[in-house]
């Protein structure tokens, strides 16, 4: 399967084995990783989905709506889907106490300064019980054809593995969570050693979890999209 699809298998792989209950994905785009989970539910009640560009969620948002077999036949756990505009930067009293928050391909599209944010913001104030981080490595860029520069226009830069294990291992002292590095896309031959195309860190927090009982209403994102599904509890 194509590299996005291995990226999207996984967190559902992860979401299978640990089942978290509130689930929030930033820079969900074309809500693919989000219809996705919808699909394979394994117990999430509440979905969301965050993009700062509002566009790319108008259009793709109706393919979160329920289908007419979700209404012939309704689900035994409750499911919540959500979308807002809004920047992983800010800080956004209902993105907090998430039992998994994910970013696939979003920090690399950040200029290393609003990084920083996103790292005060995700860890230490959005507090989430596990984060799961993918972005290119840059260490795998050689075997690319034509590649010249970064893979994609708008990357602001592109890391490689020491680097990426650097920043994730600071942000474990800093905020007490754990991490494990793994990736999807592997190199093969003699090539091996320069590790996936898509290196991914899995953070997982030490200390009790945020708890944010009661769902608040959005003071800075902007809610675009909502729809509760049938169930039959
Ligand atoms: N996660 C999706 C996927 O894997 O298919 C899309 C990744 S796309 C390369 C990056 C997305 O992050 C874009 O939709 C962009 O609008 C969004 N984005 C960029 N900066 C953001 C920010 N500060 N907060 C939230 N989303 C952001």
Redesign the pocket.
Known sequence: PPL?MQ?YQFVIDYVKTYRPKKVID?????C??LKKLKFHRNGIQLLVG????SV?LLKRMHTLAPLVSDYLQPSDGPLTIELYQ????EREPCTRGFDLLTC???IE??ELA?VERFTEVVFGYMAPGAVIVTTPNAEFNPLLPGLRGFR?YDHKFEWTRAEFQTWANRVCQEYGYSVHFTGVGEAVGHWRDVGFCTQIAVFQRINQAVSNAELLEPSVYRLVYKVVYPSLS
């Not at 965050?50 to 560009?53: A, G, M, Q």
């Not at 809004?86 to 930067?89: D, M, N, Y």
């Open positions: 996005y990226r930033f820079g969900c785009a074309g693919c990783l965050v993009d700062i560009n790319v809004g920047s992983v930067t696939v391909e979003l599209h950040l609003e994609n």
